[in-house]
């Protein structure tokens, strides 16, 4: 009997300790990102969730300015700024291409040495690896009929 009464506790219990479980994690993350958010300054090179990389110009309670290229500035929500440049490129000592070949990164800018970057001489919409005029998805040289 008390084995059932024991089941019935269990059954009561675990759901419990699952949802605190999940609103600590959430509250600790939660104040990580307030932390992060607040320490945030102007002149710092950040990424966005979406992989834009900037430098900030600008900041308020709720958004920012980010200078995405010379003269180019954008305006981002605060919690879109996902990580500061130098915690993301903190590992990487070389940068790998989509073709192998390794360049050397500074890792205090984030470039990648462009003379050893095989991608730089591909036409501006053409995929890694095809020829200028093909199609993706066709096999070079074939025609495609469009049906």
């Known amino acids: 009997m008390s084995n059932n009464g024991t089941f019935s506790l269990l059954i009561f219990a675990l759901p419990l300790l699952l949802l605190g ?30 992989g834009i990389f900037g430098t900030i110009r ?9 200078e995405i290229a010379d003269g180019v500035t954008i305006r981002v ?7 500061k440049q130098s915690d993301a490129l903190a590992g990487a000592g070389t940068a790998t291409t989509s073709t ?10 984030g470039s ?6 095989a991608d730089t001489d591909r036409t501006p919409g053409s ?20 049906q």
């Open 100 to 109: 192998g070949t390794t360049g050397s990164a500074d890792t205090a800018t």
């Open 21 to 50: 479980w999940l609103f600590y994690t959430q509250n600790k993350r939660m104040k990580q990102m307030r932390n992060f958010s607040s320490s945030l300054n102007v002149g710092d090179q950040v990424i966005t969730s979406s």
């Open 112 to 117: 990648v040495d462009p003379t050893n970057d």
């Open 127 to 146: 995929t890694p690896g095809s020829t200028p005029g093909s199609t993706p998805g066709s096999t070079p040289g074939s025609s495609q009929s469009g």
């Open 58 to 66: 600008h900041l308020d309670d709720a958004s920012g300015w980010l």
């Open 77 to 83: 929500d605060r919690r879109a700024i996902a990580m």
